[in-house]
């Protein structure tokens, strides 16, 4: 599964779920940050931040509950993506099937 930062950090950054460690930060419990924690990097990525850690903690249970969807589609041979769809004239995120891999973008501090 491919992870995405949420729109409007500095960096767009685009990583391979599998190959790093996402969590809240512990210095700041609102943000949420990547590291290469199997590889020995040192840098630390920030994928999204939020007004409250609990807005935070509900990004990272959707993060979560993605990766464990994406894990039943794979174990049958499908894979997904985002994409976007307009409902009621505000553009929403859903996840669909497709011929490529999953992915997840951290919502907007309003989707949550």
């Keep these: ?22 969590s809240q930060s512990m210095i ?9 924690f199997f590889g020995g990097e040192d840098t630390i990525i920030l994928m ?7 807005k935070a903690e509900k990004a990272m ?20 993506v985002e994409n976007m769809i307009s409902w009621n004239g505000k553009k929403e995120t859903m996840n669909c099937l497709s011929g490529n891999i999953f992915s997840f973008r951290f919502p907007q501090e309003d989707e949550i």
């Design 1 to 22: 599964m491919r992870v995405i930062s949420q729109k409007g950090m500095p960096v767009m950054t685009d990583i391979p779920y599998e190959k790093v460690v996402i």
């Design 28 to 36: 700041e419990p609102n943000k949420i940050v990547a590291w290469d």
């Design 61 to 80: 249970q959707k993060l979560n509950d993605d990766y464990d969807i994406s894990k039943r589609f794979e174990a049958f041979g499908y894979k997904a």
């Design 48 to 54: 999204a931040e939020y007004s409250t850690p609990e």
